[in-house]
Nanobody
């Protein structure tokens, strides 16, 4: 069973960096596509980055392409989101999610979710 716990959120100034981590305490994520999804108040949920089970395939939202990097360490049951050049519009709750089927993951459909971590970017 995948059990996801995010960490690493916080308050940062515009142009700053943060690294989010998501640990699977159930140690079952190695077969799963993983994603970081954000939700800002009054805005639709957005899948910002997705990575396949092996770590070799990634996809990014246009809003973060070139600024964010998703990567994973299956031996540590952890997926990361490295965020550079943060902007106030990146402010949101960031969720980690897991899905066994790559097609469903691309469609934004995820079976397992973490509780979320808040990222706030001040101007």
């Amino acid at each position: 069973q995948v059990e996801l716990v995010e960490s690493g959120g916080g308050l940062v100034q515009s142009g700053g960096s943060l690294r989010l981590s998501c640990v699977d305490s159930g140690r079952a994520m190695s077969d799963y596509a993983m994603a970081w999804i954000r939700q800002a108040p009054g805005k639709e949920r957005e899948s910002v980055a997705i990575i396949d089970w092996s770590g070799t395939g990634t996809r990014y939202s246009e809003n973060v392409q070139g600024r964010f990097t998703i990567f994973r360490d299956n031996a540590k049951s952890t997926v990361y989101l490295q965020m550079y050049n943060l902007k106030p519009e990146d402010t949101a709750v960031y969720y980690c999610a897991a899905e066994l089927n790559w097609g469903r993951a691309i469609a934004g459909l995820f079976t397992f979710w973490g509780q979320g971590t808040q990222v706030s970017v001040s101007s």
